[in-house]
């Protein structure tokens, strides 16, 4: 399952019939965002020495994830549930495995 802490899917489905889908998209488009602002700050401290907080960087991240973690409800009630379970872990082994070697090419 690709829910990281454990069945709160529930939780999801009360903020998405709160709010809607479309309210929450957007606030995940505006959190990809913030995460791109972080990261670019986080590359400007290791090309140029500027100042950077890790606190920041973290903070986005964890936003990106459980936005995520509520795009991936969504799209369980909308679809087959187990057909996207199959099929997110399909393609999860897939870049997962093109990784893996790729990770490992240099070792040889
Ligand atoms: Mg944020």
Redesign the pocket.
């Known amino acids: 399952m690709y829910l990281k802490y454990g069945n709160i899917e529930h939780v999801y489905r009360n903020l998405l019939s709160k709010y809607g889908v479309r309210s929450q998209l957007v606030i995940f488009m505006e ?1 990809l965002s ?1 995460l791109i602002q972080q990261l670019s700050k986080l590359y400007r401290s290791i090309a140029f020495g500027q100042s950077f907080s890790i606190e920041g960087l973290l ?2 991240l964890v ?1 990106v994830d459980l936005m995520r973690d509520q795009l991936l409800t969504y799209i369980n009630i909308s679809y087959k549930k187990d057909e996207i379970d199959q099929l997110y872990q399909k393609v999860l082994d897939e870049k997962f495995n093109k990784i893996v070697k790729e990770g490992f090419q240099d070792e040889r």
């Open positions: 959190e913030e903070s986005e936003d």
